[in-house]
């Protein structure tokens, strides 16, 4: 797992509710403070997140525990429930985080132990002994932490999670920069001040004149807008290169945008304000400001989105990388094709968030070619972004080879997410009835449907496969066949055939959909006839022709609408009191 993806299991005996609160407090705020600016992944998890199952107790939550990577334990004056297999599960669950640490993986695990009452450390009964050899066995294994109450533990832990955070990202930024670049080697060096042309000149002009009259601003700072703005991004660039990866503000950027016939940048405050495109991209300009060709700006987005040290940022970079663009700069460069492309993204999969990383699956997919297919096929046999690669790998393929995309979502064995099946809404536009009729037949539940979907569509309606798939073991498939079959003229007997076969299965006896479906069949004076207060089972009826039948039904809407229904309770009551009589 990589470092930089910290996904944190809570362990604790029971009765320590006050310090896994507090525990879950620091989790959030250094989500909040700290991961989410550097683009790092901070998960906290613990039993209680844990959906019940069947068998022994931490069996369940051991699978769990195993996809963690850091483990914080809290220990009282109790040790906790034996499992079977160790003291407590509290001790399972250290136990096992520490045979992966002697294995040498990447694991942390960090215990707090709460103060014990001198008095009860006078007299120990069996539980607290059992705690006590167990802290003995802490201290000789690992370097554990005393806390003397809760506040005391929660400042502990907010400070070692701001470590490990931190000392993450500067990882990262190391690995970034020593990393040989996709694109050019030198833009991932550390960049050199340009101090010839029109960049240079500005900036010396604008700071020779702050210099002047510092620590105040000259007043035509004040009064042009552009000097102030001008240096800020000049300043923001290489803080955001040296330190935190911040990005440049939308208001000054606006402003140096209205002014951009007058604003030179020097190759690094291209990147940055390209950077704040990305991390604000619904409101910040940049292109026009930068003045890049579509070449140079596919250049610019591929360096961004395989070397920035926020996933934030690189995530959009993929979203406003496309086809066009990347084409264009591989055109212009003969050093570069698309495979170095996909090569250099195979590399940085396993440092991406989840965010990052269906962006940049999602940008594969969209490029299409043997080279998307190869990378994708790669990620469908690894661990990172595999579901996700999945679905890409068949919306790409969707469109050339229908019967392939069908059988990887067998292979996959995933159900079909929006974005893909409206891949294949748009490979089956137009197609014949015999191409449907393969995703009416694919072992997805959701691709059953959608075939129900586009079959009941067409004109006339494949009726044929319809009634076949009334008989689909899906519930869903089949009750969306018979509400396509509802339309199809001369359907009424068989659908009256259809309604029992299906209401003979257990969990659709009394499906609403069904009585309905029976209902609509049923002539307009029929459905009046049937309809009285009394009886729920009008409720369908009064339905069909209040929302089917208007022309005919629409008045005695109205009457029921505007008298809450008294004339129909009334009338239906009468009708009873004839059929029974009056006692």
């Known amino acids: ?23 879950r407090d620091q989790f959030e705020q250094i989500r909040t403070d700290v991961a989410s600016r550097c683009g790092i992944d901070v998960d906290a998890i613990g039993w209680e997140d844990i959906s019940p199952g069947f068998g022994r107790p931490q069996s369940v939550i051991n699978p769990k525990l195993d996809t963690c990577n850091v483990l914080v334990g809290i220990l009282g004056k109790q040790l906790g429930t034996p499992t079977g297999v160790a003291a407590s599960g509290f001790v399972e669950e250290y136990d096992r985080m520490a045979a992966r640490a002697r294995t040498g993986e990447d694991v942390a695990i960090w215990v707090y ?4 009452p001198d008095e ?15 802290r003995e066995r802490l201290f000789d294994e690992a370097l554990v932490k005393l806390v003397r109450n809760i506040d005391d533990f929660g400042g502990q832990l907010y400070r070692d999670l701001n470590s490990l955070v931190l000392d993450a990202d500067e990882r990262r930024r190391q690995r970034s920069e020593s990393a040989a670049a996709p694109v050019d080697n030198e833009e991932r ?18 700071l020779t004149a702050a210099a002047k009259e510092a620590p105040l601003p000259p007043q035509t700072f004040l009064e042009e807008g552009l000097p102030l703005a001008r240096l800020g991004l000049w300043v923001s660039a290489w803080d955001g290169w040296a330190f935190a990866g911040e990005i440049f503000g939308v208001h000054p950027l606006n402003r140096l945008y209205t002014m951009r016939d007058s604003v030179a940048l020097a190759e690094q405050e291209k990147r940055h304000v390209l950077r704040s495109m990305c991390g604000q991209r619904s409101v910040a300009p940049g292109w026009a400001l930068m003045r890049y060709s579509d070449d140079q700006a596919a250049a610019a987005l591929v360096t961004v989105a395989l070397g920035d040290r926020r996933d934030d940022i690189r995530a959009a970079a993929f979203r406003m990388l496309d086809k066009p663009l990347l084409d264009a700069w591989l055109a212009n460069n003969d050093d570069v094709d698309q495979r170095n492309v996909f090569a250099a993204m195979a590399n940085e999969i396993d440092r991406l968030n989840d965010f990052a990383r269906d962006a940049m699956i999602d940008f594969a997919a969209r490029y299409g070619g043997a080279a998307a297919d190869d990378f994708l096929s790669a990620l469908t046999t690894g661990e990172s972004g595999k579901q996700q690669a999945w679905q890409a790998l068949i919306r790409l393929r969707v469109s050339s080879d229908l019967p392939g995309a069908i059988a990887a979502v067998a292979e996959a064995e995933i159900e079909p997410n929006d974005k893909t099946i409206s891949a294949f809404r748009a490979a089956v536009a137009g197609a014949e009835v015999s191409t449907i009729e393969r995703l009416a037949s694919a072992p997805s539940v959701t691709l059953r449907l959608f075939a129900v979907e586009v079959l009941g569509t067409r004109d006339p309606p494949a009726s044929g496969v319809l009634k076949r798939l009334l008989d689909d073991p899906s519930n869903a498939v089949a009750l969306a066949a018979f509400a396509a079959l509802y339309e199809v003229d001369g359907m009424k007997a068989e659908l009256a055939a259809a309604s029992a076969r299906l209401q003979q299965r257990e969990s659709l006896r009394y499906d609403d959909r069904l009585s309905r479906g029976q209902v609509r069949q049923l002539d307009t004076e029929q459905l009046i006839q049937s309809l009285n207060w009394i009886d729920i089972g009008s409720i369908n009826a009064y339905r069909v ?18 008298d809450g229904f008294r004339t129909f309770a009334e009338k239906s009551r009468a009708l009873y009191a004839r059929r029974l009589g009056p006692q």
């Not at 797992?1 to 362990?11: N, V």
């Not at 009860?120 to 167990?134: H, Q, S, T, W």
């Not at 060096?189 to 002009?205: I, M, V, W, Y």
């Open 189 to 206: 060096q550390a960049p050199k001040q340009d101090h010839s042309g029109e960049a240079g000149r500005q900036l010396r002009e604008l």
């Open 545 to 562: 022709l209040a929302e089917e039948r208007w022309d005919e039904f629409g008045p005695a809407v109205r009457r029921d609408l505007a």
């Open 120 to 134: 009860a450390l006078a007299d120990p009964g069996e539980k607290l002994k059992a705690v006590l050899e167990f």
């Open 1 to 23: 797992m990589p470092a930089d993806r910290f996904r944190i299991f809570l362990a604790s005996p029971s009765g320590l509710d006050d310090y896994r609160r507090a525990a």
């Open 113 to 116: 132990l709460l103060p014990l």
